[in-house]
């Protein structure tokens, strides 16, 4: 089945250090959904991204839709300890509304 | 305040039998899901259902069932016929093309 893959799958940073997961997917995407789910928790929405090679920003967070709309990517700038979690980037197959889940990317932050 | 709640939080079941997870939400949404996670794991759709009395297979619905008989309500039953049903269940509800809100979900483990 459809499913869009995410790299890297784990990734250690200092605290203030800056931070990429990246989505690829191998069919053109409709739209992109990334969520963060804290250690525990559930899943968080954050944003959707629908026009090809749209950017969108949210505080130390930018998010970006490929031209060609197959990839896509979250870019955190000086990470801090709260942004621990998995970000997961999600997509809609044509005409549902159901979403597939990427693998996700864990982040660990140290202090 | 609008939500999405899951309930219990913790269930314990034993071998041979069924249980039914709850998931309620009062934000209005006509389309709600139920995923499955696993360990370090991502999000697998089991059901979804799009509008009342209608609800569709995910990728890993064998031995689960599903009813939609309000808006409101989305409850999932884990049957005997699952056999390996220890995970943690998520339950979310969207509005037709937009991110989704997710319960805290129930954590089942088979004993």
């Known amino acids: 089945g459809q499913q869009v893959m995410q790299i890297p799958q784990y990734q250690h940073v200092q605290e203030g250090e800056d931070f990429t997961t990246y989505c690829n997917s191998s069919t053109t995407l409709s739209n992109i959904q990334w969520y963060k789910q804290r250690p525990g928790g559930h899943p968080v929405f954050l944003i959707q991204?629908?026009?090809?090679?749209e950017v969108k920003k949210q505080k130390r967070l930018t998010f970006q839709f490929g031209e060609a709309k197959k990839n896509s990517s979250l870019h955190i700038t000086a990470t801090q300890t709260t942004d621990v979690g998995t970000y997961f980037c999600a997509d809609p197959p044509q005409n549902t509304d159901k979403l597939i889940f990427g693998t996700g990317t864990r982040l660990q932050v140290f202090p | 305040d609008g939500g999405i709640t899951q309930s219990p939080k913790y269930l314990f079941r034993k071998e041979g039998q069924n249980v039914t997870l709850s998931c309620e939400q009062n934000l209005n949404h006509d389309a709600m899901y139920w995923y499955r996670q696993d360990p370090g794991q991502g999000l697998r759709l089991i059901y979804y259902s799009q509008i009342v009395n209608d609800f569709q297979k995910g990728d890993i619905a064998e031995g689960y069932s599903v009813s939609r008989e309000k808006k409101e309500s989305f409850p999932l039953t884990v049957t005997s016929a699952q056999k390996n049903p220890t995970a943690f269940y998520l339950c979310a509800s969207s509005p037709r093309g937009y991110g989704y809100t997710f319960g805290s979900g129930t954590r089942l483990t088979v004993v």
């Open positions: 991204l629908v026009k090809s090679g």
